[in-house]
Nanobody, 117 residues
Framework: QLVESGGGSVQAGGSLRLSCAGSGYTYKSIYMGWFRQAPGKEREGVAAIHTRFDITYYADSVKGRFIISLGNAKNTLYLQMNSLKPEDTAIYYC?????????????WGQGTQVTVS
C-alpha cells in the first residue's frame, strides 16, 4: 500500500513537498518513483530512485527543480518540488517496484493533486 500526501495549490515559483508512505511490499532493492498525469494527457514519469543504490532519474522537464529522496527506513519517498510552473499541474502518483521512469510499476498510490497557478 502506498499513501501520498502533501499536494495542494501553490502560485508559480513556489514549492511543495510530496510524501509517500509505503507498506506491504519488499522495498530493499527496488525503484520507487513519482509519476504525474495532467488532464487530457498520458501519465508520465517524473523522478525515480533506487532504494539500495540511490540511483536517480528525472524527466527533462523537472531536472534542476525537483528532488526525489528516501526516508531513513527506505519505505518513505519524497518529492521536493521547487520553482513550480503551471505546467506542473497534475495528479501526482507514488509507485514502487518498477523500471525507472517507465510506467510499469507493480504498486501505485491513489494520487495527490498539485495545482500551480
Amino acid at each position: 500500500q502506498l499513501v501520498e500526501s502533501g499536494g495542494g495549490s501553490v502560485q508559480a515559483g513556489g514549492s511543495l513537498r510530496l510524501s509517500c508512505a509505503g507498506s506491504g511490499y519488499t522495498y530493499k532493492s527496488i525503484y520507487m518513483g513519482w509519476f504525474r498525469q495532467a488532464p487530457g494527457k498520458e501519465r508520465e514519469g517524473v523522478a525515480a530512485i533506487h532504494t539500495r543504490f540511490d540511483i536517480t532519474y528525472y524527466a527533462d522537464s523537472v531536472k534542476g527543480r525537483f528532488i526525489i529522496s528516501l526516508g531513513n527506513a527506505k519505505n518513505t519517498l519524497y518529492l521536493q518540488m521547487n520553482s513550480l510552473k503551471p505546467e506542473d499541474t497534475a495528479i501526482y502518483y507514488c509507485a514502487a517496484d518498477g523500471p525507472g521512469l517507465v510506467d510499469e510499476y507493480k504498486y501505485w498510490g491513489q494520487g495527490t493533486q498539485v495545482t500551480v497557478s
